[in-house]
């Protein structure tokens, strides 16, 4: 019997020690602090065929929270940008202190958002014809809703969806944008097909209509914002001599609303020097609000101490 006592007396304070030992699982953290550092640039003001932006800020954002980086997807919510990591990790920033000219550390509001069907390889954000907030995947459905303020995701699209999305690993779903008509289009990054296509759809309900994408010296589709009558695609390269290069260019409804082959976007501008060549891979428009007519673009730092993620701050310039 004392025996016994003593056996179990030593199994509890083993068990007691595992336990002590054992890491505590995260409670949600429901707002982090972001540091905004703004870097120095010459005025910049890239224009071509009617079209341009100037930059009005140039900012490295960080964090000592390690679910800030990996930023893959923009979206303006009234006088707010969102911020969506590639880890499914949603950050809201009031646009206005995007343009204070000096060091700042914010309080912003971030949540986790989790799908029940796995982990989500999140890339961009757009709205619903309900107004609904949408995440595109490369993982998983494809395409997702955020369910709840807890952040729970549920599937969102047709299946052939999916299929478009998880085809070929880190190829899937890159950009989405909500259309005029309320209709969703979505561009992939690949796999590139002997015509020098890459995939897109458009997704009306439960209908999905194929699109092929045409990609053009190297650069494939990362991001897509519909402003006014048309849509500014985001494109990227990579040249281990170089470095990343980035452009923006123009699809018009007309040219998506005829479906099948996509025309090339029609060249807008490329990021030049000043502006350093980074991983820019999010665009975002204000249309309304208290920063209508501004343009945002990220950088996605993949999470690299050898990567920065940088914002760029920009006027929409028309004629």
């Not at 014809?129 to 952040?151: F, N, P």
Request: hydrophobic residues 45%; aromatic residues 4%; proline residues 8%.
């Amino acid at each position: 019997m004392c025996s016994e006592r003593i056996g179990k007396l030593l199994r509890a304070a083993v068990t007691a020690g595992f336990a002590a030992c054992a890491p505590l699982q995260p409670l949600e953290v429901r707002d982090s602090e972001v540091r905004i550092l703004p870097l120095s640039h010459a005025p910049t003001r890239l224009e071509a065929q009617g079209f341009g932006i100037e930059v009005l800020a140039l900012l490295a954002l960080s964090a000592s929270d390690r679910r800030f980086g990996g930023l893959s997807g923009l979206l303006v919510d009234g006088d707010d940008l969102l911020l969506l990591s590639d880890r499914a990790t949603l950050w809201r920033v009031p646009c206005r202190r995007l343009e204070i000219g000096e060091p700042a550390a914010l309080r912003l509001a971030v949540t986790s958002l989790r799908a029940l069907d796995g982990p989500v390889d999140a890339e961009d954000l757009a709205r619903d014809g309900e107004g609904r907030l949408l995440v595109a995947s490369e993982s998983g459905a494809g395409l997702y809703v955020v369910a709840g303020d807890d952040g729970r995701l549920a599937p969102a699209a047709p299946r052939a969806l999916a299929a478009l999305a998880t085809a070929v690993p880190n190829r899937g779903i890159e950009a989405a944008t909500q259309l005029a008509d309320d209709r969703l289009l979505v561009v992939t990054e690949g796999p590139i097909d002997a015509e020098g296509n890459v995939r897109a759809a458009i997704v009306a309900g439960n209908r999905l209509t194929p699109l092929r994408f045409p990609v053009t010296e190297g650069f494939r589709p990362v991001g897509a914002e519909t402003f006014e009558d048309m849509v500014l695609v985001l494109e990227r390269r990579f040249s281990p001599f170089i470095g990343f290069s980035a452009r923006l260019g123009l699809l018009s409804a007309p040219a998506i609303a005829a479906g099948g082959q996509l025309p090339r976007p029609h060249p807008l501008v490329t990021l030049t020097p000043p502006l350093p060549g980074e991983n820019f891979e999010a665009i975002a428009v204000a249309t309304g609000g208290s920063c209508a007519g501004r343009l945002y673009l990220v950088s996605d730092d993949n999470f690299s101490p050898l990567q920065r993620t940088l914002l760029v701050v920009a006027r929409i310039l028309r004629p």
